[in-house]
C-alpha cells in the first residue's frame, strides 16, 4: 500500500508576507520569543513554527533566515525543558 503525504497548505501569499515583515523587524531572541507567543495564542491556523517550515519548503525565505527563527524557537523550548527537569 502507497500512501503519501498531504501537502501543507500555505496560506494566502499576502498573508504569507506579513507574516515574514513581522518576523524580520525582530532583531532579537526575546522580539522572535515574543512574536511566537502572540502568534501561536492570536492565529487559530497553525504554531509559528509549522508556518516557518512551510515558508522554508517553499522557498519564500531563505535557509539562513529560517534557521535563524527556529534555533531561537528550538533553544527555548529545551530550556524550559531543563529547567522543568531539575
Not at 4 to 15: A, D, E, G, Y
Request: net charge positive; glycine share 2%; charged share 30%.
Amino acid at each position: 500500500m502507497t500512501t503519501t503525504n498531504k501537502p501543507l497548505k500555505i496560506k494566502n501569499t499576502s498573508t504569507n508576507d506579513v507574516l515574514i515583515d513581522q518576523l524580520r523587524v525582530c532583531k532579537n531572541t526575546d522580539e522572535i520569543l515574543k512574536f511566537e507567543k502572540w502568534f501561536n495564542s492570536n492565529i487559530e491556523s497553525d504554531k509559528l513554527y509549522i508556518r516557518i517550515c512551510e515558508l522554508l519548503k517553499n522557498r519564500s525565505i531563505s535557509r539562513a533566515l529560517g534557521s535563524k527563527w527556529l534555533l531561537t524557537l528550538i533553544e527555548d523550548r529545551e530550556n524550559t525543558i531543563n529547567k522543568l527537569s531539575i
